[in-house]
């Protein structure tokens, strides 16, 4: 069983930066494919940024060169720089570990960019 926390989310302007975390806790195999999810209102869920526990990284296009997501394997945490935050950005932010069918989700954290 994976459990998992966000903190981090709030309210930012434009232009701003944010950082997120994701503690989690479950076995070396259960944690090594994380990453971060987010849904907009009246939006579905779409993924944001991945990471191995080797370190390989994926992003979706509309935030490569803004975001940056990067782990601490012995804390068993990931985390999730966002910089030059635009509106479009707000959403709930959802950490997760593992994959289909096997994936947990953490109970995400509010993220709103807004002047």
């Known amino acids: 069983q994976v459990h998992i926390v966000e903190s981090g989310g709030g309210l930012v302007q434009p232009g701003g930066s944010l950082g997120l975390s994701c503690v989690a806790s479950g076995s070396a195999r259960s944690l090594y494919f994380m990453g971060w999810y987010r849904q907009a209102p009246g939006k579905q869920r779409e993924l944001v940024a991945t990471?191995?526990?080797?370190?390989?990284?994926n992003y979706t296009d509309s935030v490569k060169g803004r975001f940056t997501i990067s782990r601490d394997n012995t804390k068993n945490t990931v985390y999730l720089r966002m910089n030059s935050l635009k509106p479009e950005d707000t959403a709930v932010y959802y950490c997760?570990?593992?994959?289909?069918?096997?994936?947990?989700w953490g109970q995400g954290t509010q993220v709103t960019v807004s002047s």
């Open positions: 990471i191995t526990g080797s370190g390989s990284t």
């Open positions: 997760c570990a593992g994959i289909d069918p096997s994936r947990s």
